[in-house]
């Protein structure tokens, strides 16, 4: 493969989710050398980036770089990327999907970047090979990211191919699902062990619990998808591949000493949220019921209780919601004292309506908007506040 030799690999996420990338990384290992605002510079090769599909959970993309360049229109763009081997890394009978971020005055429509990108990838495999990969927007085969800012540009090989955000398992996605990465992030964000209880009211989906019981099996992500761009290219290393994934299996546990339970009121949440779990091999290790979220089983001892509760921005109406809020003020108060609480929202005004005093306050986006993580220390005789 072009991408075995020590280089630099740029691992995406989105900037509020950053500080727990680079924290992955580095206990995986690959400590940070320099940072974007939406990605996290490391030096590795074609193996390394497979580990890292394989192991981390809140990126989006791995990263492979190719070449930098300064290109000041898009025929000199073409022209030094028609330069690269690119014989080395696509098959000629393959396909390729060119995506991009673009930020140049010599163009208007980042599309045009993206085609002309495309036009010197397969002109050089036609002139080389006699054969023309077929190209297109699907992201499920060999993937090539364009980042042209000015008159910098650099080309990287993406060896996730789709986000990997997307682990495979949420097959019923419910309503309003959090993103795999983003749950994972929260989890992360928060005080919980693997040795403590993991308690879900307001389940939906499931993906908060299924990421949690991931967490404490100490299971590999990428062990749920069978798909990676890096498998799409030439030279990719099925033994090393296998390999890894062999040793990800090595390192799971098969049991999990804490209680992970998830709620919800509505069946039909509780049937997706099942699906979901069974898709991620983790059903037997959480815990469903229907219930009202104020009638979730709390267990003795201690443990998180995270909740993600409408906030009225796309799924109803925002004051038909403030007497919700106040209820999970109540029930944090009345049956999770020795827990700590967490309420993911959208809302700041309805979190106001928790009416509890926060111990911290964490920053998120969720498809596009500005959300909070707010967290409460819910000792014995905890008192509400009107701050």
Request: glycine content about 8%; hydrophobic content about 40%.
């Amino acid at each position: 493969m072009y991408t075995k030799p020590q280089r630099n690999i740029l691992v995406t996420s989105s900037p509020d989710i950053l500080p727990f990338l680079r924290k992955e990384l580095e206990e995986l290992k690959y400590p940070a050398r320099s940072s974007i605002s939406s990605g996290v510079f490391i030096t590795g090769d074609a193996d390394d980036a497979m580990f890292l599909n394989l192991h981390l959970r809140t990126a989006h993309h791995v990263l492979l770089l190719l070449e930098e360049f300064n290109a000041g229109n898009p025929q000199e763009l073409y022209q030094k990327l028609y330069r690269l081997p690119w014989e080395e890394i696509i098959p000629d009978d393959g396909y390729v999907c060119v995506y991009s971020n673009v930020e140049t005055a010599t163009i208007t429509d980042g599309r045009y970047a993206n085609l002309k990108c495309k036009d010197a990838i397969v002109d050089r495999l036609l002139a080389r090979t006699g054969r023309r990969p077929d190209s297109g927007p699907a992201r499920d085969r060999a993937v090539i990211y364009l980042h042209w800012k000015g008159h910098r540009a650099a080309v990287f090989l993406d060896s996730s191919g789709q986000t990997l955000a997307r682990r495979g398992y949420r097959k019923i996605p419910f309503k309003a699902p959090m993103q795999e990465n983003l749950a994972s992030a929260v989890i992360l964000s928060s005080i919980w062990n693997r040795g403590a209880n993991f308690i879900n009211p307001m389940c939906g989906s499931g993906t908060l619990a299924i990421e949690a019981a991931l967490i404490a099996l100490n299971r590999a992500p990428g062990m749920l998808r069978e798909n990676f761009g890096f498998m799409h290219v030439k030279g990719f290393d099925q033994k090393t591949w296998q390999k890894l994934k062999k040793q990800a299996l090595a390192m799971e546990t098969q049991r999990i000493e804490s209680r992970i339970i998830a709620t919800d009121i509505d069946p039909s949440a509780i049937h997706a949220a099942r699906r979901n779990a069974a898709e991620a091999g983790v059903e037997r290790f959480i815990e469903f019921s229907v219930c009202d979220f104020a009638q979730s089983p709390i267990p003795p001892g201690n443990g998180v209780v995270v909740l993600n509760p409408e906030y009225g921005v796309r799924m109803g109406n925002s004051s038909a919601l403030e007497t919700l809020y106040s209820r999970i003020g109540d029930f944090f108060k009345k049956k999770c004292q020795g827990y700590t609480g967490y309420v993911f929202s959208g809302n700041l005004m309805l979190l106001k309506k928790v009416g509890l005093r926060t111990s911290r306050r964490i920053i998120f986006r969720s498809g596009g908007i500005d959300c909070r993580l707010h967290e409460y220390a819910l000792y014995r005789g905890t008192e509400p506040t009107s701050a």
